[in-house]
């Protein structure tokens, strides 16, 4: 159980385009989802904090314009890296807990690269 | 704020030999505690987690990790490592709301034969 899944695993992109990620819980229903964002050879770094059909909460130094995270349903939640650059590249996991359970499941990471 | 030390980048370990994974918290409270591993290009797979109860807790995998209160640590430990136990593993805390999970920088370790 508990199983989250993210797609597309892999995407590339050219510069100034907008790509959507999306995640969501197979077995369960999310109130809560996170987006993360991890550099290479670095730790997560969480971006957003989303509950469902709630605005999502973003951490300092997070631009809400460029990462536009929408959690429509309890089971899915999605971030739209709009108007992509270079520096965007990076590889973006999402994490889904059920309401009180203060357990996070992770999906598996999707690795965006903007040429 | 609460912050997460992983003091080691990269530990090397024979292979059969044991393991142990520092990590440290920062925070008035105690949070609740977690340890995840990585393998190349995957998700974070959770290897056991302590909210509260008996401060030796064990995990998937063979992995176990103890609380130390007056140490602020969570250290993780392994009795004898396989060489698939090469991966990253980060130690996280979350404080119980609806917040993220604040991760150290994570360990990297490497099994040799």
């Known amino acids: 159980g508990a199983v989250v899944s993210q797609h597309p695993s892999r995407v590339i992109c050219k510069s100034g385009t907008s790509v959507k990620i999306e995640c969501r819980s197979l077995?369960?229903?999310?109130?809560?989802m996170f987006w993360y964002r991890q550099f290479p050879k670095q730790s997560l770094m969480l971006m957003a904090t989303?509950?469902?059909?709630?605005?999502?909460?973003?951490e300092q130094g997070v631009e809400k314009d460029k990462f536009l995270i929408n959690h429509a349903s309890l089971t899915l939640s999605t971030l739209t890296v709009t108007s992509a650059h270079p520096e965007d590249s990076s590889f973006y996991i999402c994490?889904?807990?059920?309401?009180?359970?203060?357990?996070?499941?992770f999906g598996p990471g999707t690795r965006l690269t903007v040429t | 704020a609460q912050s997460v030390t992983q003091p080691d980048i990269h530990i090397t370990v024979s292979e059969g030999a044991s393991l142990e994974l520092r990590c440290n918290y920062s925070?008035?409270?105690?949070?609740?505690l977690f340890w995840y591993v990585q393998s190349p290009g995957q998700g974070l797979q959770l290897l056991l987690k302590?909210?509260?109860?008996?401060?030796l807790v064990q995990g998937i995998k063979g992995f176990e990790a103890e609380f130390k209160r007056s140490q602020s640590s969570f250290n993780l430990r392994k009795p004898s490592v396989h060489w698939s136990d090469a991966a990253e593993y980060f130690c996280?805390?979350?404080?119980?709301?609806?917040?993220?999970?604040?991760f150290g920088k994570g360990t990297h370790l490497i099994i040799q034969p």
């Open positions: 994490s889904a807990e059920s309401g009180g359970a203060y357990e996070q499941y």
């Open positions: 077995d369960f229903q999310a109130t809560t």
């Open positions: 989303s509950n469902e059909g709630s605005k999502a909460t973003y």
């Open positions: 996280a805390t979350d404080l119980g709301g609806a917040d993220g999970l604040t």
């Open positions: 925070y008035g409270a105690t949070p609740y």
């Open positions: 302590y909210f509260s109860g008996d401060t």
